[in-house]
């Protein structure tokens, strides 16, 4: 249930702790799109860590849940590109644009497994000493905050 954007194999791994409502995760989302599209041996790993507000725990199971339909990047990345902040509109509204079965949705963001998984990325963030988001390890570094696009690609291999 993780979602994640490269190649497996990828020589380069970043992992980012991440809440839907940061706005720095929003910002960073571009650039490290943009490190993926340009390199083949770089994959993005993108951990839950829902600590700005409920909503940011609902969210993040939202999108956790909306995996096992097989549209969990559809709508993280929806997410992050939406215009302005997340409203319950355009959260419809990304829902509906990645064709996720609602009902379904709801149902499967009940299941403890669901929760478990946002429970578990939660606790690996603060066991790896993230004091808030985005936290990132790039290949085993850890930068706590935001980079910006030049820096993150002179850490990687």
Known sequence: AIISIGPEDAENTI???MDYF???CKKIHPELMSIV???DDTRVIYLHYPILSESSNIIAKMVVAAN???KGWELHHGLFSVKGSITQE???QIINEAEINKT???IDIGKDEINNVVK???FLAMASGSRGTPSL???EEFIGGYLPLEKLETMLK
């Open 15 to 17: 992992i980012e702790f």
């Open 22 to 24: 940061c706005g720095y």
């Open 37 to 39: 599209e340009k390199r």
């Open 68 to 70: 096992l339909q097989e």
């Open 90 to 92: 355009k959260l419809e």
């Open 104 to 106: 379904k949705l709801m």
């Open 120 to 122: 578990l990325s939660s």
């Open 137 to 139: 390890f790039i290949n």
